[in-house]
């Protein structure tokens, strides 16, 4: 079965702590993206990348940064985590332009205290 | 202005009854796609069904149909014969072209309760 796997399910951070928030993918997809999810603001990227070194921004970048050194490696990056960066964060994969493409992880609860 | 809208931030059905989800998407892209999305209380994210613009017919997955009206921009998920494992959040989402890591759009989701 291809999968999307997250590191943490649940990961409990201090303010200002750097956190790293790392995803696997195992279908040799192209794309990956990170999601933050917020109750009532449904899911929103934060960045995405087509290919390895290759990243973009998406609609909430700032506080972020993310990493791909290998295909199958997508990291999000938090610099100085921030109490408004406790979220759901959600990696998906997919290939070019699959209609099915799109794979998500299980997700990773983070709370910054 | 919001690429989804899902107007609906709770539904609730009994049993064995039919629903229907809303989502209107606003793109002025020809070639597009529109995805209905599951999530239960577990978190993870199921794909349920796809609708192509340039698709012809409506798409249909097992208990789950996608009204298409392209026209009006609706792309509205109706499940049929609705059962308790259907209780979720719900989410419709597109994506504009075809082009190199095209994200997914997502709306904000609607909740669905399924009652005995």
């Known amino acids: 079965d291809v999968k999307v796997t997250q590191s943490s399910r649940y990961l409990v951070k201090r303010t200002g702590e750097k956190v790293f928030l790392e995803c696997v993918q195992d279908?040799?997809?192209?794309?990956m993206f990170w999601y933050r999810q917020d109750p009532g603001l449904g899911l929103r990227l934060i960045y995405f990348s087509y290919d390895v070194k290759m990243k973009e921004k998406g609609d909430i970048p700032e506080g972020y940064s993310v990493s791909r050194e290998k295909k199958e490696r997508f990291s999000l990056i938090l610099e100085s985590a921030s109490t408004n960066q406790t979220s759901m964060y959600l990696c998906a994969s997919s290939s070019q332009g699959g209609r099915y493409g799109y794979t998500f992880g299980s997700g990773t609860r983070l709370t910054v205290v | 202005a919001q690429k989804i809208t899902q107007t609906q931030p709770g539904m609730f059905v009994q049993e064995k009854e039919a629903v229907t989800l809303d989502c209107t998407y606003d793109t002025s892209d020809p070639s597009y796609g529109l995805f209905w999305y599951k999530q239960p209380s577990s978190g993870e994210m199921i794909f349920l069904i796809y609708?192509?613009?340039?698709?012809?017919q409506n798409a249909t997955e097992g208990r789950y149909s996608l009204n298409f009206q392209k026209a009006r921009k609706s792309a509205n998920l109706v499940i049929s014969a609705s059962q308790l494992g259907d209780s979720a959040m719900y989410f419709c989402a597109m994506r504009e072209g075809n082009q190199a890591g095209t994200a997914l759009i997502f709306g904000k989701g609607t909740t669905l309760s399924v009652s005995s």
């Open positions: 609708q192509g613009s340039y698709d012809q």
């Open positions: 279908m040799d997809h192209e794309n």
